[in-house]
């Protein structure tokens, strides 16, 4: 049976019905999938929905109910599989934002490394989406971003310490997004 998960509004139903609840978290999810439709062009017309699609799914690892090893790219990517989601949206998910660098910090790597993390338009935008949006749902340019999410956890924590280290390949990853965005994205 096809899934409905890598379309916008599958996608879009799965995260209303677990994220309302986080409060911000929920603000957030909805502000990057209106983020990922306006950077839509940074990909393959084929693509387009499968973006928002991995926009309204990619903090689904925080809902409690999905929640297993506290790190949400991972948690989220399990779930997804689990529910039949196509292979390519779960690893979107599981790659989000840098996921790698947390995974690493977290001694988490070899269970994310199960995902394939893919070198794409379509993985650059999302990151883009994701690290343009703040917490609850403003829009930033990316250094404010990271610089938010640096004062929002604690210098010791595993997100401080991953997101350092993710910086520089965050910020290739959304100049690459609003590159291709300036360049009217014939890609």
């Known amino acids: 049976m ?15 019905a677990l994220l309302p ?3 911000n978290r929920w603000l957030h999810t ?10 839509g062009p940074a990909v393959p017309a084929e693509e387009r929905d499968l973006l928002v699609a991995a926009a309204w799914l990619h903090d689904i690892g925080y ?5 297993e090893t506290g790190f949400h790219p991972l948690d989220g990517a399990r779930y997804l599989a689990s ?6 949206l779960v690893r979107l998910v599981a790659h989000h934002s840098g996921a790698v660098y ?3 910090q977290r001694g988490l790597a070899a269970e994310l490394a199960v995902y394939e993390r893919e070198d794409s338009p379509l993985l650059d935008a999302l990151i883009y989406a994701d690290m343009t949006t703040g917490p609850a749902g403003q829009r930033f340019v990316f250094d404010e971003r990271i610089d938010e999410i640096l004062d929002r956890y604690d210098i010791r924590s595993d997100v401080n310490a991953s997101i350092t280290k993710a910086r520089p390949y965050l910020g290739a990853a ?3 997004t609003q590159d291709r965005l300036s360049r009217g994205a014939e890609v």
């Open 2 to 16: 096809p899934s409905a998960l890598d379309t916008p509004q599958g996608a879009a139903e799965l995260a209303g």
């Open 21 to 23: 609840p986080l409060g």
């Open 83 to 88: 529910l039949g989601a196509p292979d390519r």
């Open 102 to 104: 947390e995974a690493e």
């Open 63 to 67: 809902a409690p109910e999905v929640r």
């Open 174 to 176: 959304v100049e690459r």
């Open 30 to 39: 909805q502000a990057v999938a209106a983020r990922a439709e306006e950077a």
